[in-house]
Nanobody, 119 residues
Framework: QVQLVESGGGLAQAGGSLRLSCAAS????????MGWFRQAPGKEREFVAV???????YYADSVKGRFTISRDNAKNTVSLQMNSLKPEDTAVYYC?????????????WGQGTQVTVSS
């Protein structure tokens, strides 16, 4: 069983920044792909970003150039730096672990952290 615990959500103004972190309990964290997803009220959950086992990153078009995903394998953490925030970034953000190392299928999910961006 893997536990993922997100932190760092909160309230920000448009144009501001927030940094989300996710701590994983998995001993072989470095072999997993770690992703961030978000779900806004009344909408389906959507992909935000992923970092695979080798450190390659991929982003949704809506956040490209504004968000940066990174990982610290020594600390079993993955972070999402969110800059130039927009009101449409308001959502519950979830981190997820993909044991395949690539992010094709996510096996574990965190409980989510709320991000609210005011205009």
């Amino acid at each position: 069983q893997v536990q993922l615990v997100e932190s760092g959500g909160g309230l920000a103004q448009a144009g501001g920044s927030l940094r989300l972190s996710c701590a994983a309990s998995r001993r072989t964290f470095s072999s997993d792909a770690m992703g961030w997803f978000r779900q806004a009220p009344g909408k389906e959950r959507e992909f935000v970003a992923v970092i695979n086992w080798s450190g390659n990153t991929y982003y949704a078009d809506s956040v490209k150039g504004r968000f940066t995903i990174s990982r610290d394998n020594a600390k079993n953490t993955v972070s999402l730096q969110m800059n130039s925030l927009k009101p449409e970034d308001t959502a519950v953000y979830y981190c997820a672990a993909a044991l395949d190392g690539l992010g094709r299928k996510y096996d574990y999910w965190g409980q989510g952290t709320q991000v609210t961006v005011s205009s």
